[in-house]
C-alpha cells in the first residue's frame, strides 16, 4: 500500500508564464507576443469572472424558489390543509423543483470547470493578505565626510594657543634695566631646536590649518581648509568612542559597540582616523596594538563594501556581516584581508620614515645654508649665541622670566654682562630701548675675546616639524 502524501502538491502542476518562449514563433516580436498572451489572458479571465458572477446570482434566485416548493411539497405531503389545498398540482411542483435543481447543479459544475481550468497566473497565485507604510520621522544621520560640518572645536583650541602665545609674548617683552646702563626690551627667547623625533605625528592636526595642496584657485584652498577642519572637530568630538572601539578584542563585543555607535564609527572620518592610526601605531614600535587597530579598521571597510554591493546602508549591514564571518570561509577570507592590511601598513611605516628623514635633512641643509649666509654678512646666529652665554645668564633667557634675568645681570661683573647683552643684540636675542648703551667704545670689547666669547660652541642645525601621516597607498 503506497504512503498517503501529507500534502498535495498537484495544485501547482498548472501554471501559466506570460513570458513562456515555446509557444513563439521566430516571425513574430518575443516583447510583442508576451504582452498579447498577457492581454488575452486578462480578458478572458475577466470574461469568465462576469459569468461566474451571473451564475452565481440565478442559483440564488432558483434557490430561494427551490425553498418555497420544497417547503410546500412537505406541507403538502404531511396532509397540511388550506383552502388552496385542493387546486396545488403535486407532479407540476416536483417537476419545477427538479429542472431548479437541474439547472443550479449546471451552472455550478460549469463554474467549478472554469476555476479548474485556470491556471495559477502572477495574478492569482498569491494574495496580499496585510499592507502597510512605515515612515521613519526620525531624519538619518549622513555617514560622509563632505556632509560633516565644522563645529568650531579646532578654532576655539587655535584661538586658545594663540591667547596663549600672544600673553607671553606680552610678558617677555617688558623692560628690563639691567645694570649699570640703560634698560633692554627683550624680544622672544630663543629655545634649542628639538631632536628628530621618530615617532609618528598626532592623528589629529593642531598647527595651522593651512593647505599643502596647490589648487587652482582660492576655492580649492577653502575647500581644503574646511576639509581638515571637518576632520579635526570630528576627532576631536568623537575620540572617546574611538579609541574604545580600536582596542576592543572580542568580536561579539565589536559588533554590540558598533550596532550602539554606528552613526560615529561608520563615518568616512572615523576610516581615516583608523587608517592613521594604525600607521601611528606601527612607527611607534606598537606592534601589537597595530594588529589589533588593523582588524578593528578592516571590519569598518568590509562592511562598507558589503552595503555597497548590496545597495543597502552600512548601518543596515553589521548583522549580516558578522554572521557572515561566523562562517569558516569567509572568517578566512577576513582574516587574510587583515594579514594584507598589516603588510601594507609596515610597508607605509618604512616610506614615511624614510619621507621624514629626507624631509629633516632637507630643513637642515636649509638652515646650514642660512647660517653660511648669516656668517658671510658678518651676523650672528641666535642660536649659537644663546649655547655661548654663562649658564645662569642662558637658563634665564630659556626660561624667559624677567625677574630672573634682571637677577642674574646684577650678579654679573657690568662689563661682562654689557658683553653678553651685546651679542644677545648683535643676534637678535635683545631688542633695547636704546642701542647706544651698547655701541663699543674701543675699551670695553675686543674682537678676540668677542670670538673666545662664542667660540667652540657646536651649532645646533635642523627644527622638528611635524605633519600628518599619509595614509599608505
Known amino acids: ?23 513563439l514563433h521566430p516571425n513574430i516580436d518575443k516583447d510583442s507576443w508576451f504582452r498579447m498572451k498577457h492581454r488575452t489572458r486578462l480578458e478572458r479571465e475577466a470574461k469568465e469572472d462576469e459569468e461566474i458572477k451571473l451564475m452565481a446570482k440565478q442559483n440564488e434566485t432558483d434557490g430561494a424558489r427551490l425553498s418555497i416548493i420544497k417547503a410546500r411539497l412537505n406541507n403538502l405531503k404531511g396532509g397540511a390543509t388550506d383552502e388552496d389545498a385542493e387546486f396545488e398540482d403535486l407532479d407540476a411542483l416536483q417537476g419545477e423543483a427538479d429542472e431548479l435543481e437541474g439547472n443550479i447543479a449546471k451552472r455550478t459544475k460549469k463554474t467549478k470547470d472554469y476555476m479548474d481550468r485556470r491556471a495559477w497566473n502572477i495574478d492569482n497565485i498569491c ?9 521613519n520621522d526620525i531624519t538619518t544621520k549622513s555617514l560622509r565626510a563632505e556632509d560633516f560640518q565644522p563645529t568650531g572645536l579646532t578654532e576655539q583650541r587655535l584661538e586658545s594657543s594663540a591667547s596663549k602665545s600672544a600673553t607671553k609674548s606680552a610678558a617677555g617683552s617688558e623692560t628690563v634695566p639691567p645694570p649699570p646702563s640703560g634698560s633692554v626690551k627683550p624680544a622672544a627667547s630663543v629655545a634649542p631646536p628639538a631632536p628628530p623625533s621618530t615617532t609618528a605625528p598626532a592623528r589629529q592636526i593642531s598647527g595651522p590649518l593651512e593647505s599643502n595642496t596647490a589648487g587652482p584657485g582660492p576655492q580649492a584652498g577653502l575647500r581644503d581648509r574646511l576639509s581638515i577642519m571637518s576632520y579635526n572637530d570630528f576627532v576631536l568630538s568623537q575620540e572617546q568612542v574611538l579609541e574604545t572601539y580600536s582596542v576592543i578584542h572580542d568580536l561579539e563585543d565589536t559588533q554590540q559597540f558598533l550596532f550602539k555607535n554606528c552613526d560615529v564609527l561608520l563615518h568616512e572620518h572615523s576610516q581615516s582616523y583608523m587608517l592613521l592610526s594604525c600607521l601611528e601605531d606601527e612607527m611607534n614600535g606598537k606592534h601589537k596594538r597595530m594588529k589589533l587597530v588593523c582588524r578593528q579598521s578592516q571590519i569598518l571597510s ?12 552600512p548601518r543596515d549591514v553589521i548583522i549580516p556581516f558578522f554572521r557572515r564571518i561566523e562562517e569558516k570561509e569567509h572568517f578566512a577570507g577576513f582574516t587574510s584581508a587583515v594579514n594584507d592590511f598589516i603588510e601594507r601598513i609596515k610597508k607605509r611605516a618604512v616610506e614615511k620614515r624614510r619621507e621624514m628623514d629626507l624631509q629633516q635633512e632637507a630643513e637642515e641643509q636649509k638652515r646650514k645654508e642660512m647660517i653660511r649666509q648669516q656668517v658671510e654678512a658678518g651676523g650672528l646666529d641666535p642660536y649659537e ?21 634682571q637677577k642674574v645681570l646684577g650678579e654679573m661683573d657690568p662689563m661682562e654682562a654689557k658683553r653678553c647683552m651685546k651679542l644677545c643684540v648683535d643676534s637678535g636675542l635683545w631688542v633695547p630701548k636704546d642701542s647706544s648703551v ?17 667660540g667652540g660652541v657646536e ?13 599608505p597607498s
Open 302 to 313: 568590509h562592511i562598507q563594501e558589503l552595503a555597497n554591493s548590496m545597495h543597502k546602508d
Open 459 to 471: 651649532p645646533v642645525l635642523g627644527e622638528a616639524t611635524e605633519s600628518p601621516p599619509t595614509p
Open 438 to 454: 651698547f655701541e663699543e667704545d674701543g675699551e670695553d670689547f675686543k674682537d678676540d675675546e668677542e670670538e673666545d666669547l662664542i
Open 1 to 23: 500500500m503506497a504512503a498517503k502524501k501529507s500534502f498535495d502538491y498537484s495544485k501547482w502542476d498548472n501554471i501559466e508564464l506570460s513570458d513562456d518562449e515555446s509557444d
Open 385 to 405: 649665541v644663546l649655547q655661548g652665554l654663562p649658564e645662569p645668564l642662558r637658563l634665564a633667557f630659556e626660561s624667559q622670566d624677567i625677574e630672573r634675568l
Open 127 to 135: 494574495k496580499v493578505k496585510e499592507e502597510k507604510s512605515v515612515i
